[in-house]
């Protein structure tokens, strides 16, 4: 059973060319990138919070400048939040592009076999179409499987920088 | 004067009227010499009539011997020809389906040697083409010894065309020279010398070396060799395979612009890094040491400037450090939106590059008409090539952008809302 899935997953990478391991290389990193972020978002932070507050005194600092130690410490939280976001969004970005140049490598394919064989040959052409469409459509997918999760991210960073803004006023 | 030319006159017509007299007396004296001349021959004529009534005589005897010889003749040829008919239909009788043998060792013998003309074999032993020459273009009717030659010419072709050879054989190389050396050949399908791949040209005689040899990639070192199936198809349009600068040579000036574009981005933005990572640097260091600050780094020079005024009033102390930390946030976020510029306007410059590239084949529509897609191709591969060009140039600066400006936004961020906040508590 799993050796045809594995058959068809090759035989997908095969007509999709070179452009679609990149997709796929990309795909990976960008995953890995969302992955790591929601962990740290659920475990690590958590427990960076937690230590925060528990060693937070209101008599530890001068009190003129509260204010800007507030800010700072709301700034560290959030600066570990977004750590890499930045460059996930940049992958989100550059999974079309990719697909686009997919798109016209694989046109480029095609347009070489017209030269050589002419336009009768549309068997031979077939190949260049596939290498042109699959790397788009892979590329189109993982963006928008990235952006949705991105966007919830960037959404939950938010909420968890307000909170702990909050968290820390109540003990300064 | 005219006394001259009358005397003149005078002396030339009494010449005249002398040489005419002259002349009279000459034309008399001819005269009856040639008559005397004719009189004499007719009398010879007469003496010999009877002679030539002879000869007359003579003359048609041997007519009348000679046609009786040639009905003779005739009748004899007529005989012969019978004859002739007779053995014809007798060798007809005799040869009957051997005709139709004949036939086919004709035509097979010129199919075998339209495929011995194009196939590597016959760099081997050029000179067994005649054998198969001799049957496709003679009227002959071949004899056991040719036919045998034949059957085995085939059978040995068929045998070496499955074998692995190595022979001398005459080789033309890619700088015209012609030389005899060892070729190595794999069936009918590669010939190899020297780690060069051979192809077997019939107008030359001999193996010509391959414009384009095969790439490393497939193995052209000594131990690995390849075999083209097709028997030399592939070989052949391995040179239609443009290469990678003909590549960026059909991109055009649009092509030319983008990479250049791409360089000289490329070339900042590892420059923007190097330095925005040697500044990150120091001030992660400064971080560790904020009691001891070094003017070498932004944040060093923001706690030379909270320690000088940190006993002023607070806005005062704000204003202050508001003002040093714009002047460094400046200077580390320069030139950080020409990078994001140029990631931005290289793919626009490909699709520029695509929209010429479709203009010149619609161009080569309106001349040439859609019949021919080859004289398309130059416009199209314009069009799709400036694109890859545009997308490999962006893609790389979209990334380095985002480097430098989490990187630049990373310092920012530290001077800016940290500053004062790791200052006052470490206080």
């Known amino acids: 059973m799993i050796d045809i899935y594995l058959d068809n997953l090759s035989s997908f990478f095969d007509k999709g060319g070179v452009v679609l391991y990149i997709v796929f290389f990309i795909a990976i990193f960008l995953w890995t990138l969302l992955l790591d972020r929601y962990v740290y978002l659920y475990f690590g932070y958590k427990k960076y919070r937690n230590e925060l507050l528990k060693n937070l005194k209101p008599s530890l600092y001068e009190e003129k400048f509260k204010t800007a130690i507030k800010e700072y410490l709301v700034e560290d939280g959030k600066q570990r939040l977004k750590t890499g976001l930045s460059f996930i969004k940049t992958l989100i970005i550059v999974c079309p592009l990719v697909g686009l140049l997919g798109t016209v490598t694989g046109m480029i394919e095609v347009f070489d076999v017209m030269a050589i064989q002419g336009t009768s040959n549309v068997k031979a052409m077939a190949n260049g179409v596939s290498m042109a469409t699959i790397p788009t459509m892979a590329g189109m997918v993982i963006a928008l499987s990235g952006i949705l999760f991105e966007k919830r991210l960037e959404v939950s960073i938010k909420y968890q920088t307000e909170k702990l803004y909050l968290d820390i006023s109540k003990v300064l | ?427």
Request: glycine share 6%; hydrophobic share 40%.
């Open chain 2, 1 to 427: 004067m005219t006394k001259y030319f009358l005397i003149f006159l005078l002396s030339v017509n009494s010449l005249f009227s002398l040489d005419l007299n002259n002349l009279l007396k000459d034309i008399q004296n001819d005269a009856s010499v040639q008559i005397k001349e004719e009189q004499k021959r007719l009398n010879e004529f007469k003496e010999n009539e009877s002679k030539q009534k002879q000869l007359l005589n003579e003359a048609k005897a041997i007519l009348s011997k000679e046609s009786k010889k040639s009905e003779r003749l005739k009748t004899t040829l007529d005989k012969n020809e019978e004859l002739l008919m007779e053995k014809e239909t007798l060798l007809n009788q005799k040869m009957g389906d051997l005709g139709e043998m004949f036939g086919s060792v004709r035509q097979t013998s010129a199919d075998f040697l339209t495929n011995f003309q194009a196939s590597l074999t016959a760099s081997h032993n050029p000179q067994k083409e005649e054998v198969f020459e001799e049957f496709a273009n003679s009227k002959k009717l071949p004899n056991i010894k040719q036919l045998e030659n034949l059957w085995h010419g085939m059978l040995e072709e068929i045998v070496r065309s499955g074998n692995v050879e190595k022979y001398n054989a005459n080789l033309i190389l890619s700088n015209g020279d012609r030389v005899n050396q060892e070729v190595t050949r794999v069936g009918l399908f590669s010939a190899k010398s020297d780690g060069k791949y051979f192809d077997y040209s019939n107008d030359m005689k001999a193996l010509v070396e391959l414009s384009t040899q095969p790439s490393t990639s497939l193995g052209s070192s000594d131990d690995t060799f390849v075999i083209d199936p097709t028997r030399g198809t592939l070989f052949e349009l391995l040179n239609n395979q443009p290469t990678l600068m003909n590549r960026i040579q059909q991109g055009g000036v649009v092509g030319y612009i983008i990479i250049f574009l791409g360089v000289i981005g490329l070339l900042f933005a590892f420059y923007k890094m190097v330095v925005l990572n040697l500044v990150f640097t120091k001030m992660k260091k400064q971080i560790k040491s904020l009691d001891a600050p070094s003017d070498n780094n932004p944040l060093g020079k923001v706690i030379n400037i909270f320690n000088k005024y940190k006993n002023h009033d607070l806005n005062d102390l704000e204003v202050k450090m508001a003002e040093t930390i714009l002047k460094e946030t400046n200077r580390v976020k320069k030139g950080q939106s020409f990078v994001k510029l140029l990631s931005a306007v290289t793919p626009l410059l490909g699709l520029l590059g695509t929209v010429t590239g479709m203009i010149a084949t619609f161009q080569a529509i309106t001349l040439f008409g859609t019949g021919d897609p080859k004289l398309m191709a130059g416009g199209i591969s314009t069009a799709l090539i400036t694109t890859v060009l545009g997308l490999v140039a962006a893609i790389p600066l979209l990334f380095s952008y985002t480097y430098i400006s989490s990187k630049s936004g990373r310092i920012v961020s530290i001077l800016e809302e940290q500053g004062m906040g790791m200052l006052a508590k470490s206080l």
